[in-house]
């Protein structure tokens, strides 16, 4: 459970991805736009129970419990640049926007359920949740965040030190057209 609170800079990119389009939102009706994930068919019921015992056995919620009250204050200081002569009313009225949204972040683990839903067969997240309750799934869950976080941080250095061996080949390459870089 306390795994993905070790994800929670990716989550916050997540979440700061969709905080910054809150402004555009709320200005704008709701249709479909363009280049939109298409609407996820339907999955049974049983289907949806699994996606959401998996979400809640992985604490996927803490991604977004955060996601009213980031989304509010993102409007409100969008709100506050627009309208500078609102900045006191808008900071008394954002508590009440939060208070009045509250528990809206549900709706991205409903949607997310639908969505493992769809891309899962019923059997297959029943599987999927047996083996997240297993010795090996317990393990998967509070283990592979900090492996994610050791290969990344991997990756980077190697690209570092990669980045010196390329350097040195332009270099080279370009000494041999008698220029030095």
Known sequence: MK??????PAATLVVGLA???????????????????PAQPKASPAAIAAAREILQIKNANAMYAGAVPGLVEKTKIALTQQNLNYQKDLNEVAPIVAQQLQGRQNEIGEGMAQIYASEFTEQELKDLVTFYKSPLGKKLIDAEPRAIGLSMAFMNSWAQNFSETVMGAFRAEMRKRGKEI
């Open 3 to 8: 795994s993905v609170l070790k994800f929670l």
């Open 19 to 37: 905080l910054t389009a809150a402004p555009v939102v709320a200005q704008q009706p709701a249709q479909p736009k363009a280049g939109a994930a």
